[in-house]
């Protein structure tokens, strides 16, 4: 189990955001893309925030409210980002998800350049190809 890593798993084309997007045009790419959130990027790639769902639906509720859509990803992303390494043993991983609260976790490598991401139906996609190659029953 420990050699089954992130980087098998994770997705290498994740939807990313910029700091200066409008909230918007976030949302629009999280529906068109089907993806729950996403990481924050600078020019270089590197992480510097988090964007979910949820952290759009709470401002589409107060730009609905006020009737205003001017803000911006930098506005509202989470600047505590839990990433992690491509090198991370699903399993490790996997125990993590049962106690944090993130659903979507950046990849980055060891200097915080996104490389993709982990969800939590790509860990258990792949906890059940593991078992299931594991029970493998013998051939007669």
């Known amino acids: 189990m420990e050699s089954l890593k992130v980087n098998d798993h994770m997705n290498h084309r994740p939807v990313t955001f910029t700091s200066n997007m409008p909230v918007a045009e976030a949302v629009k790419r999280l529906l068109q893309t089907k993806q729950t959130g996403g990481p924050v990027v600078d020019q270089q790639n590197k992480v510097i925030g988090f964007l979910s769902e949820q952290d759009c639906l709470v401002q589409m509720i107060e730009s609905s409210y ?32 049962t106690t944090e609260k993130p ?35 013998p051939a007669n």
């Open 103 to 137: 659903k979507v976790y950046p990849v980055v490598d060891d200097d915080g350049y996104l490389l993709g991401t982990i969800n939590r139906s790509a860990l258990l996609n792949a906890l059940d190809l593991h078992l299931h190659d594991g029970y493998k029953l």
């Open 66 to 97: 006020y009737r205003e859509q001017v803000a911006h990803v930098k506005d509202i992303m989470k600047t505590q980002v839990l990433a992690i390494k491509s090198y991370t043993s699903i399993l490790e991983l996997a125990q993590k998800m």
